[in-house]
């Protein structure tokens, strides 16, 4: 059996793009271990905090929930602050994930890949699906780790855009809503990557409902939790149902498979 370390950003970015395959892993035998880079103290505050509780805590515990659904055996913080949206303040805190420095942040989590003798490593793409500054930064952190503990596998999350452009347009005839995944996210750049760019899609559907569940674990992001949970089931299913990797360094061309297949 496999050891497979998902590395995210903050609480709740595990479910939306790698939730059906951190699901599909647990169920097959294989060990899940989650490191989230960020606590996500800058994320949506929610009305019902109890008296001394902060965000924090509320999505440390909605992580767990969710981790618990999905599969994963163990949860690692690599302790960084959240660093915010792009132009935020928050991206010059000393303690964001940011400002980190490269090597030190590749230390911590490849700490964690030699202690589990890792056989496969997740991270993002290069302007992690939208530009957010921690997702960026999970990219560079995780490539440098996976080349400092010679990790065997390693694959990159993101989204296939042109894939998305048909839920955007399926949402909008569902709810009324637009949204454009061809204009600038957060990051100037268009949201994820052309199916061109992309190596890997993993059919992840049998899994939809344990996504769907784990997506509501994060209940304190009311805003995206709500859009996502809102969508009718079989725009829920067209957007979640596969997930999609590249993997630096293999030949262009798009296969449908699993982490697991292609040769080491």
């Not at 960026?136 to 065997?152: D, F, L, N, S």
């Not at 199916?195 to 996504?211: F, G, P, Q, T």
């Not at 569940?213 to 805003?223: D, E, L, N, P, V």
């Not at 067209?238 to 798009?254: M, N």
Request: negative net charge; charged residues 25%.
């Amino acid at each position: 059996m496999a050891t497979f370390v998902f590395f995210h950003a903050h609480p709740d970015d595990e479910v939306m793009s790698t939730g059906g395959s951190i699901a599909r892993a647990a169920d097959t035998g294989h060990r899940v271990v989650l490191v989230v880079a960020t606590n996500g103290d800058h994320g949506e505050v929610p009305p019902d905090l109890a008296p001394g509780e902060t965000l924090l805590e509320r999505r440390r515990a909605e992580l767990a929930r969710s981790a618990e659904v999905l599969g994963v055996h163990r949860i690692a913080w690599l302790g960084y602050a959240d660093s915010g949206m792009t132009g935020w303040a928050h991206n010059d805190h000393e303690a964001s994930f940011w400002r980190a420095d490269l090597d030190e942040a590749a230390g911590r989590l490849t700490a964690v890949l030699r202690e589990e003798a890792a056989d496969v490593l997740v991270a993002y793409d290069w302007h992690g699906g939208y530009g957010h500054p921690d997702h960026i930064q999970v990219h560079r952190v995780g490539r440098r780790a996976a080349e400092r503990a010679a990790t065997p596998r390693y694959f990159e999350s993101t989204w296939n855009r042109d894939a998305v452009a048909e839920v955007a347009a399926a949402f909008a005839e569902a709810s009324g809503g637009e949204w454009d995944p061809d204009a600038p996210s957060d990051d100037g750049n268009p949201f994820g990557e052309p199916a061109s760019a992309i190596h890997l899609a993993v059919d992840v559907a049998e899994y939809i409902e344990r996504k769907r569940t784990a997506i509501a674990c994060h209940a304190s992001q009311a805003t995206d939790v709500g859009t996502f949970l809102r969508m009718p089931p079989a725009v829920f299913e067209l957007a979640f149902s596969t997930e999609w990797y590249i993997r630096p360094g293999s030949p262009a061309g798009l296969h449908h498979g699993w982490l697991l297949d292609d040769p080491a």
